[in-house]
T-cell receptor, first 115, second 113 residues
């Protein structure tokens, strides 16, 4: 158990809908990362928050947004969903501000299926 | 930005044999190279990492080598066991800037008993 909790584990929805994925980081970790994992693209970095502030942004679509709350949990909002958004979404946390500074602890992921 | 290429995408070995996975990176400023193992239904987990001031690092049956000049690094697993079957990801990052870990596309390793 990594200590990172993601909900829901599975989500099935229709095109055009909006969903929210939730992540609770390990106790004491200030950094939260969101990654998208699809079959052919591996782990694609979406966005990082550190202590409530956006720290780095990757290939995150404009239809997607995220935030980190004062209690350090994070939510990833996906709107106007398309079939191609079907993927496994991972949250990871770290005590450090930089990805090079130490281990990322991953949750078990939220599997999104868009029909 | 950084780009990490990983080969092969799939690898099958007999139990007891060695497995080697190779990665190349594009940003010469990258200085941190971790390897993550993802078991079925789980999130990736760090198994070993190396920094650019070191050429090789070993931890029991796994080792990582780094060639900064050629910008490539490799994961070596010796005496493979069925429980080594998983997807392995290499990654790269650097200390400067707001740079996250950039992952390769993964290698699915199957160890055949």
């Amino acid at each position: 158990d990594s200590g990172v909790t993601q909900t829901p584990k599975h989500l099935i929805t229709a095109t055009g809908q909006r969903v929210t994925l939730r992540c609770s980081p390990r106790s004491g970790d200030l950094s939260v990362y969101w990654y998208q994992q699809s079959l052919d693209q591996g782990l694609q970095f979406l966005i990082q928050y550190y202590n409530g502030e956006e720290r780095a942004k990757g290939n995150i679509l404009e239809r997607f947004s995220a935030q980190q709350f004062p209690d350090l949990h994070s939510e990833l909002n996906l709107s106007s969903l398309e079939l191609g958004d079907s993927a496994l979404y991972f949250c990871a946390s770290s005590v450090a501000i930089r990805g090079s500074a130490g281990e990322l602890f991953f949750g078990e992921g939220s599997r999104l299926t868009v029909l | 930005g950084e780009n990490v290429e990983q080969h092969p995408s799939t690898l099958s070995v007999q139990e007891g044999d060695s497995a080697v996975i190779k990665c190349t990176y594009s940003d010469s400023a990258s200085n941190y190279f971790p390897w993550y193992k993802q078991e079925l239904g789980k999130g990736p987990q760090l198994i070993i990492d190396i920094r650019s001031n070191v050429g090789e690092k070993k931890d029991q049956r796994i080792a990582v080598t780094l060639n900064k000049t050629a910008k490539h690094f490799s994961l070596h697993i010796t005496e493979t066991q069925p429980e080594d079957s998983a997807v392995y990801f290499c990654a790269a990052s650097k200390d400067s800037g707001n740079t996250p870990l950039v992952f390769g596309k993964g290698t699915r390793l199957s160890v055949i008993a």
